[in-house]
């Protein structure tokens, strides 16, 4: 019973460059939800999605980022022209609804060089 | 909006001694507080919960008490040992509606020597 998996664990990009990170989350788990750990701080909201759908994105920030949860395969967590600001630790966590639990991933290491 | 607002670290303790990590949250409707640790280089582990006012979280000699009247769930622990070093999150989740995100605090990192 495999937990929550993110890949890469470690991504580096130089500026200018697409950064895509993986999120499969737990088995029975429908509910997906992505967080940002910038160097030295707590975890903040990104967005929360469902199978086909986003549920609340008010983390995103407007240009650059977007999030997709298909029906089928992994959540995926898409930065494009990623600068060095962007430079972070990606969580996704799943659960098996919005009341539920979550279980977090370890984590993607993105460094932006 | 919600805030965790938790003491900043580090805190540095001997094997032994006793923890208290301070958090005080506030929030517009009725929270479930949550501990989440997290060691070097992995994700966030969950530590221990209370959903309601006076529950009382445990685990692993950890404990936490939901306190509304003050607004705060502080963690302790009355011995704490090398391997509990680590960074250590307080976070709260609102439970109604699609409010189902967690917000964090900053984190508090533990370090516990010899």
């Known amino acids: 019973n495999a937990g929550v998996m993110q890949n890469p664990r470690h991504l580096v990009r130089r500026r200018g460059q697409e950064a895509r990170l993986r999120c499969s989350p737990m088995k029975g788990h429908s509910h997906v939800y992505w967080y940002r750990q910038l160097p030295e701080e707590g975890l903040k909201f990104m967005v929360y999605l469902q199978k086909e759908n986003i549920i609340d994105e008010s983390g995103m920030p407007k240009e650059r980022f977007s999030a997709e949860f298909p029906k089928e395969g992994p959540s995926i967590l898409r930065i494009q022209q990623v600068v060095r600001g962007d430079s972070a630790a990606y969580f996704c966590?799943?659960?098996?609804?919005?009341?539920?639990?979550?279980?977090f991933g370890s984590g993607t290491r993105l460094t932006v060089v | 909006g919600d805030s965790v607002t938790q003491m900043e670290g580090p805190v540095t303790l001997s094997e032994e001694a006793f923890l208290t990590i301070n958090c005080t949250y506030t929030?517009?409707?009725?929270?479930?507080l949550f501990w989440y640790v997290q060691y070097p280089g992995e994700g966030l582990q969950l530590l221990l919960k209370?959903?309601?006012?006076?529950d009382k979280g445990s685990n692993k000699g950890f404990e936490a008490t939901y306190r509304k009247e003050t607004t705060s769930f502080h963690l302790e622990k009355g011995s704490v040992q090398v391997s509990d070093s680590a960074v250590y999150f307080c976070a709260l989740r609102l439970t109604t509606g699609t409010a189902s995100k967690l917000t964090f605090g900053t984190g508090t990192r533990l370090q516990v020597t010899l």
């Open positions: 209370a959903t309601k006012a006076d």
């Open positions: 966590a799943s659960s098996r609804g919005g009341q539920f639990g979550y279980t």
């Open positions: 929030a517009t409707g009725y929270p479930s």
